[in-house]
């Protein structure tokens, strides 16, 4: 039996190799938007703290320049959690897009092993048709 050829392997190969690509590319998008939702919660985090603190120190003197660094320090608090917003958007965008893409060459490469199947089969019956038809050859010479 001769050996099987899919015509088209270096296509597939090449699908699988851009699948592995997207994958990483993927983690890679997911990971940094992770990085920042977990930058958030570490803000909102010292915020809480900050008005934590400020409600511990009312009921003890406190300054006004005390309370004027504390409100100083929640408004750039308030524009830093509003820039992570503002990039965790765009990397969930990004991880959207990187989905999109993975499953489009997920759905490609999956196609052509479709194809290197129905080959594998159509190929595989043509060889049992030949080597059957060369038992029937000596069958029928043995029989004569």
Same mark, same amino acid.
């Given at each position: 039996?001769?050996? =099987?050829? =899919?015509?088209?392997?270096?296509?597939?190969? #090449?699908?699988?190799?851009?699948?592995?690509?997207?994958?990483?590319? /993927?983690?890679?998008?997911?990971? &940094?938007?992770?990085? @920042?939702?977990?930058?958030?919660?570490?803000? +909102?985090?010292?915020?809480?703290?900050?008005?934590?603190?400020?409600? &511990? +120190?009312?009921? #003890?003197?406190?300054?006004?320049?005390?309370?004027?660094?504390?409100?100083?320090?929640?408004? =750039?608090?308030?524009?830093?959690?509003?820039? /992570?917003?503002?990039?965790?958007? #765009?990397?969930?965008?990004?991880?959207?897009?990187?989905?999109?893409? /993975?499953?489009? #060459?997920? *759905?490609? %490469? &999956?196609? @052509?092993?479709?194809?290197?199947?129905?080959? /594998?089969?159509? @190929? *595989?019956? *043509? +060889?049992?048709?030949?080597?059957?038809?060369?038992?029937? +050859?000596?069958?029928? %010479?043995?029989?004569?």
């Amino acid at each position: 039996m001769a050996k =099987f050829n =899919f015509k088209l392997q270096n296509l597939l190969n #090449i699908k699988e190799k851009l699948e592995k690509q997207k994958k990483n590319e /993927l983690g890679q998008a997911i990971e &940094k938007l992770n990085r @920042y939702k977990k930058q958030k919660s570490d803000v +909102e985090d010292a915020k809480k703290d900050i008005f934590n603190d400020m409600k &511990k +120190e009312i009921n #003890i003197k406190i300054s006004a320049s005390m309370i004027k660094s504390s409100n100083d320090y929640v408004a =750039f608090l308030k524009k830093v959690l509003i820039q /992570l917003q503002k990039n965790i958007n #765009i990397c969930e965008k990004e991880v959207d897009k990187k989905r999109e893409e /993975l499953l489009k #060459i997920v *759905t490609e %490469r &999956k196609m @052509y092993e479709k194809l290197r199947e129905k080959d /594998l089969e159509e @190929y *595989t019956k *043509t +060889e049992n048709q030949k080597e059957q038809k060369n038992l029937d +050859e000596v069958a029928l %010479r043995k029989y004569k």
